[in-house]
């Protein structure tokens, strides 16, 4: 699997995957045991949540395309 995130990024989650596990379940978990988890959750949940911002994108662009005809309309000045 090609990673998807930054460094950066990665070891942030990391970092916040561990506190999670250590302030909700009292675990201590290292650098490769979160970086496992993140890798589970990124394969398992990252195309679904892809898919669904795509979604929410297209429902937002259809709104807005459907509002662009009546605005467009709006801007017609009266002829005398």
Do not use: P, S
């Not at 988890?37 to 898919?51: A, K, P, S, T, V």
Request: proline content about 0%; some cysteine.
């Amino acid at each position: 699997m090609t990673d998807r995130f930054e460094e950066r990024d990665r070891t942030r989650m990391c970092g916040e995957i561990a506190a999670f596990f250590r302030e909700e379940y009292e675990l201590e978990l290292g650098v490769i045991g979160t970086g496992k988890i993140l890798d589970f959750f990124q394969e398992m949940l990252g195309d679904r949540i892809y898919n669904k911002a795509l979604d929410d994108a297209k429902k937002f662009y259809e709104k807005y395309a459907d509002n662009m005809e009546a605005d467009y309309y709006a801007l017609y000045k009266d002829i005398k």
